[in-house]
Nanobody, 113 residues
Framework: VQLVESGGGLVQPGGSLRLSCAAS????????MSWYRQAPGKERELVAR????????VYADSVKGRFTISRDNAKKTVYLQMNSLKPEDTAVYYC???????WGQGIQVTVSS
């Protein structure tokens, strides 16, 4: 049972990244999924959430209009498309399956020139 994130890295302000989270070991298609992030010295915060069937999307105010969460149940993968990135988006991003209290290992996103 695990979540594995990929797609992070270093990007310039205004750039884009797409994070992926591959799930295994549980019934992905019945699980709502979330992305969280934690910046140095700050608490972990919810970035976005999506229902099991792809609706009910919720976003943090700080990312609305810039980030999009989506999922492919056939591939057991949830995505976070991040556009117009800002330095304040720099953080470790975590994939989460709340129903199973499951977290990924986290992946670093750094926005810097």
């Amino acid at each position: 049972v695990q979540l594995v994130e990929s797609g992070g890295g270093l990007v310039q302000p205004g750039g884009s990244l797409r994070l992926s989270c591959a799930a295994s070991g549980f019934t992905f298609s019945s699980a709502a999924m979330s992305w969280y992030r934690q910046a140095p010295g700050k608490e972990r915060e919810l970035v976005a959430r999506i229902s099991s069937v792809g609706g009910g999307r919720v976003y943090a105010d700080s990312v609305k209009g810039r980030f999009t969460i989506s999922r492919d149940n056939a591939k057991k993968t949830v995505y976070l498309q991040m556009n117009s990135l800002k330095p304040e988006d720099t953080a470790v991003y975590y994939c989460n399956a709340p129903r199973y209290e499951l977290w990924g290992q986290g992946i670093q996103v750094t926005v810097s020139s």
